[in-house]
């Protein structure tokens, strides 16, 4: 049965008629309201006048590659984007997230798949803004989150992170000292129905780490997050 009102609102970029006429239907079906771009130049338009809360994104657009959207609307919001494309390599698959996307769907795929992936994302944007993690801010040598405040500081100084990376590193900073696997992480960050997408973990723990690096040139927070290789990642309190 359709929701008595759209469940959120998405922007659908597909250049093939017959795939989003398809994909766009089952959408509506399911609540959403749905705006459709067949390319990236008109995509970047309705972005930046609808401002919706979810993109799902094909990247073999006629006229631009659509890495170029994902670059372009990571520079201004943390709008979720799945891509849904035909290019299933891994590296595609690594280079889309290390962009910018949250997600990748390779194609062909089935729409109960892509549905759960939806409710998946949906379900992560209103968690993060309608039920606030417990208060009680985490400390681990010169880093600090607080959950309730959705911020992290590396001594005393902002450290600005996309809100998939902050909820790798919370996952992490509440397991310190503690193993992590794989697929605790990717259960807790990007819901139950992941669990062999392991570069994902590696992309945003990647990204993670240079930027604390970065934040904190004297090394103290050197070892922070160490791998346990084909296995996950834990927290250490540095020396």
Same mark, same amino acid.
């Given at each position: 049965?359709?929701?008595?009102?759209?469940?959120?609102?998405?922007?659908?970029?597909?250049?093939?008629?017959?795939?989003?006429?398809?994909?766009?239907?089952?959408?509506?079906?399911?609540?959403?309201?749905?705006?459709?771009?067949?390319?990236?130049?008109?995509?970047?338009?309705?972005?930046?006048?609808?401002?919706?809360?979810?993109?799902?994104?094909?990247?073999?657009?006629?006229?631009?590659?659509?890495?170029?959207?994902?670059?372009?609307?990571?520079?201004?919001?943390?709008?979720?984007?799945?891509?849904?494309?035909?290019?299933? &390599?891994?590296?595609?698959? #690594? +280079?889309?997230? *290390? @962009?910018? %996307?949250?997600?990748?769907?390779?194609? $062909?795929?089935?729409?109960?798949?892509?549905?759960?992936?939806?409710?998946?994302?949906?379900?992560?944007?209103?968690?993060?803004?309608?039920?606030?993690?417990?208060?009680?801010?985490? &400390?681990?040598?010169?880093? #600090? +989150?607080?959950? *309730? @405040?959705? %911020?992290?500081?590396?001594?005393?100084? $902002?450290?600005?992170?996309?809100?998939?990376?902050?909820?790798?590193?919370?996952?992490?900073?509440?397991?310190?000292?503690?193993?992590?696997?794989?697929?605790?992480?990717?259960?807790?960050?990007?819901?139950?129905?992941?669990?062999?997408?392991?570069?994902?973990?590696?992309?945003?723990?990647?990204?993670?780490?240079?930027?604390?690096?970065?934040?904190?040139?004297?090394?103290?927070?050197?070892?922070?997050?160490?791998?346990?290789?084909?296995?996950?990642?834990?927290?250490?309190?540095?020396?």
């Amino acid at each position: 049965m359709i929701p008595a009102r759209p469940t959120g609102s998405i922007l659908l970029v597909e250049d093939d008629p017959e795939t989003r006429n398809q994909v766009a239907l089952l959408l509506r079906e399911h609540g959403h309201d749905v705006a459709e771009a067949a390319d990236a130049e008109s995509a970047i338009a309705r972005f930046d006048a609808q401002e919706p809360d979810l993109i799902l994104l094909d990247l073999g657009l006629p006229d631009r590659d659509g890495l170029d959207v994902v670059e372009h609307v990571r520079l201004v919001r943390a709008t979720p984007i799945l891509v849904l494309s035909a290019r299933d &390599r891994e590296a595609d698959k #690594v +280079l889309a997230l *290390e @962009a910018g %996307a949250d997600d990748y769907l390779a194609k $062909p795929f089935g729409m109960a798949e892509l549905q759960a992936r939806i409710h998946a994302v949906f379900r992560r944007t209103r968690f993060s803004a309608e039920e606030p993690l417990p208060t009680g801010a985490i &400390r681990v040598g010169a880093l #600090v +989150l607080d959950p *309730e @405040a959705h %911020a992290v500081w590396v001594a005393e100084v $902002p450290l600005h992170l996309t809100p998939l990376e902050f909820d790798v590193l919370r996952v992490l900073l509440e397991n310190a000292g503690r193993l992590v696997t794989y697929g605790r992480l990717l259960r807790a960050v990007w819901g139950s129905t992941y669990g062999d997408e392991a570069h994902y973990v590696h992309v945003y723990v990647g990204q993670i780490r240079r930027k604390i690096r970065r934040a904190d040139p004297e090394g103290r927070l050197a070892g922070l997050i160490v791998p346990e290789p084909g296995v996950g990642y834990r927290v250490t309190a540095p020396d």
